[in-house]
């Protein structure tokens, strides 16, 4: 679908060619003929008699002199208006260009609204031009970059703290988060602080958990096979939605690496970890995955109030959204229509479902029950920290959570994953009195992310 101001700036692309030529050709055919002209008479009063009237030579000179200063400044007019005529054409596009800009930034390339209505709204009308990238913080803002880029800076990290480079640390943001996030919470400085770079990558907030964790496992590919991290472990921190948004690179890593093995290439469409394309097969989604390569390169994983059982919002969300459309009231109808044109991550959020197969199902009392992890992080170094508001743990307190997740979403893999490793005592922990939107820049959690960042 293309903006107006694509329109407009083709518009004025044509007009200013369109004017440039004709003010051009009007030029040179002018001064041209003048040119032309000037010369003849010029070669006329060389032969013409002497016996002519008095004063005709004279006359003449005259008007060959006027003629060849009308072609001058014809020239230099139209010259002018020429000049002119393109600038103005190219402050008319500049300007184009800006509005182009506020307005994608603003609609296109807004984080809540992509988040919330995700890549277009009733699957028509185009809301987000979010792509899947590494990021580097510029002057204050966010832009993408290549791999390139991010290695380049990487190497010039290095150089600021000779014999303090502790690794590579991904950070993965939720919903209605980027970049930002980690800067603002305090946890960007700590990493610097302990000679760690922090790797930001950003993908469409509204796409489905699945589609983001092969796109991040696209990302994280390209990062392992590029000569400046070919000695570097990754350790990776998330928020929210990216842990979900990690389980599921994780599971797809494991799941390439399984197709491989089995010596079935019609599974695998594309790249290998050396940079080629990761997609999956929809067809290929085993319901246990072994450690892939990514995941053998991954060290410490810590992720923050990732709910992995889902979000009772989104549950509420689903079934008042349903109720509303099978109403007999036409008003009812068109608001029950309008709430379930959520994204479709926030309708994956309903049960934490984070493989392209399980959101395919169209009957979603199915989900309800089932199970969704796949022992994507069973060989990983991994780590739990999350919240909850209410330190009674009755059922009303329990269900609240952290306002936005229940607990018994949050808690999920706590025994089953978590403290079925080494060291069960020191790898959940909970921080009480703080919501889903306080625990990242909460001092605690920077303490605890510290102390796991710094052990061995």
């Not at 625990?439 to 605890?448: C, D, M, N, R």
Request: proline share 5%.
């Amino acid at each position: 679908m293309k903006l107006p101001f694509d329109i407009s700036r083709a518009v004025l692309e044509f007009a200013d060619r369109a004017s440039a030529g004709t003010l051009s050709g009007v030029r040179d055919l002018l001064t041209g003929s003048m040119q032309w002209t000037a010369g003849q008479m010029d070669q006329l009063a060389k032969i013409a008699p002497k016996e002519l009237p008095p004063g005709w030579h004279a006359g003449l000179n005259d008007a060959i002199q006027q003629l060849r200063a009308i072609e001058g400044g014809t020239g230099e007019a139209l010259t002018g208006a020429l000049e002119a005529t393109g600038t103005a054409f190219e402050q008319a596009q500049a300007a184009v260009h800006l509005a182009d800009d506020v307005t994608r930034r603003t609609l296109f390339e807004n984080l809540q609204l992509s988040s919330v209505v995700g890549e277009s709204f009733a699957g028509v009308i185009p809301t987000s031009k979010i792509q899947p990238s590494f990021r580097l913080i510029t002057n204050g803002d966010g832009v993408d970059v290549d791999i390139d880029a991010v290695a380049t800076d990487y190497v010039h990290f290095q150089k600021t703290r000779p014999g303090n480079n502790a690794g590579v640390v991904l950070c993965v943001p939720g919903l209605f988060c980027d970049e930002g996030l980690w800067e603002d919470a305090g946890i960007s400085a700590l990493l610097r602080d302990a000679g760690m770079y922090p790797v930001y990558l950003r993908f469409n907030p509204g796409a489905h958990i699945s589609a983001n964790g092969q796109r991040l496992l696209e990302l994280v590919d390209q990062l392992a096979a590029h000569p400046a991290f070919a000695n570097e472990r990754f350790d990776a921190i998330s928020y929210s939605q990216g842990g979900l948004v990690l389980r599921s690179m994780l599971y797809y890593d494991g799941a390439r690496d399984a197709a491989a093995k089995s010596s079935a290439p019609e599974n695998i469409a594309g790249e290998n970890i050396a940079g080629e394309e990761t997609a999956i097969a929809a067809t290929e989604h085993p319901e246990r995955v072994e450690p892939g390569p990514i995941a053998r390169r991954l060290g410490r994983l810590i992720g923050i109030n990732t709910p992995d059982g889902g979000s009772y919002l989104e549950k509420l969300g689903y079934w008042l959204g349903v109720g509303m459309q099978v109403a007999p009231i036409i008003s009812l109808k068109a608001v029950g229509f309008i709430g379930n044109q959520r994204s479709d991550a926030i309708k994956d959020l309903s049960h934490g479902i984070i493989r392209e197969s399980d959101w395919l199902s169209p009957n979603h009392t199915e989900r309800y029950g089932r199970d969704y992890y796949f022992g994507e992080l069973d060989a990983i170094d991994a780590y739990q920290i999350y919240s909850v508001i209410s330190e009674t743990d009755g059922p009303w307190e329990s269900w609240l959570g952290d306002g936005i997740v229940e607990k018994s979403s949050l808690t999920l893999l706590s025994d089953r994953v978590y403290r079925a490793k080494a060291n069960p005592d020191n790898r959940v922990h909970c921080l009480f009195g703080k919501s889903h939107f306080q625990v990242v820049q909460a001092p605690e959690t920077l303490a605890i992310v510290q102390k796991i960042l710094s052990s061995s």
